[in-house]
């Protein structure tokens, strides 16, 4: 099993699960992305998407809906769940062997992203509302 990346930033998880994929460190993954996104508060899926595209993987996103449930389980597929009192902005994690990778896995206990610490789980701790999966 691939190790885990904890994200560095508050707004860092989708950066911390693009790294995950291309299994580079999350500073390695920073410079592979534009430095606008990188020091964005915000990971949008169709920019999340377009950096997985132009590291040259075969990525398609789509807004989660009962028969999409299937792409959810696919190895390396990108979930982003909602707003929740949890996650107020939503919250990525990536499919790897039948878990979730998630990079900021203390969040609902700790809000301090010096704190922050990644890991697996089993479910997802929220609804996910889009998913960016492999074509391959």
Request: aromatic residues 14%.
């Amino acid at each position: 099993m691939k190790k885990s990346i904890t994200q560095e930033f508050e707004y860092g998880c989708g950066i911390a699960c693009f790294a995950f994929v291309l299994g580079v460190s999350y500073k390695d993954a920073l410079g592979l992305l534009s430095s606008k996104q990188a020091t964005s508060d915000r990971f949008w899926v169709k920019d999340l998407n377009k950096a997985l595209v132009d590291q040259g993987l075969l990525y398609e996103r789509k807004y989660v809906k009962p028969h999409i449930f299937p792409y959810l389980l696919k190895e390396g597929a990108i979930v982003l769940i909602g707003r929740s009192k949890k996650y107020p902005s939503g919250h990525y994690l990536v499919r790897h062997k039948n878990t979730w990778m998630d990079p900021w896995i203390n969040l609902p206990r700790s809000k301090n992203i010096l704190a922050a610490k990644s890991g697996f789980r089993k479910r997802l701790p929220g609804i996910p509302k889009y998913v960016i999966y492999p074509l391959a």
